[in-house]
């Protein structure tokens, strides 16, 4: 079971840290990806890293502005995200797979775990 936390509601230009969290498993050896879904819109790949921990993958939409990283000890993942805009606004989930390689970070269907999502609201 996967859970994130820090969500929240930020004004435009601000920040804010996700973080994504297993319960009772270690994330060693595991995909890990962030998606975001805002009303009425499909579910859109926002940032991941591969099994390895080696290769990190962000969407356009978000690259210079959110920063994806995990713990050492591989238990949870973090979005760190600056420069906020309206258009951020959703909710954001973090999923896992032990199976996806780099070339499938942005395929949502390939992941096995999924969190509760939480809500990031951006003020303009």
């Known amino acids: 079971q996967l859970v994130e936390t820090g969500g929240g509601l930020v004004q435009e230009g601000g920040s804010l840290t996700l973080s994504c969290a297993a319960s009772?498993?270690?994330?060693?050896?595991?995909?890990v990806g962030w998606f975001r879904q805002a009303p009425g819109k499909e579910r859109e790949y926002v940032a991941g890293v591969d099994r390895t921990g080696g290769s990190i993958l962000y969407a356009d939409t978000v690259k210079g502005r959110f920063t994806f990283s995990r713990d050492s000890a591989r238990t949870s993942v973090s979005l760190q995200m600056s420069s906020l805009k309206p258009e951020d606004t959703a909710v954001y989930y973090c999923?896992?797979?032990?199976?996806?390689?780099?070339?499938?970070?942005?395929?949502?269907?390939?992941?096995?775990?999924w969190g509760q999502g939480t809500q990031v609201t951006v003020s303009s």
């Open positions: 009772g498993r270690s994330l060693r050896g595991y995909a």
């Open positions: 999923a896992a797979s032990s199976t996806i390689i780099f070339g499938y970070l942005r395929a949502a269907d390939k992941y096995t775990y």
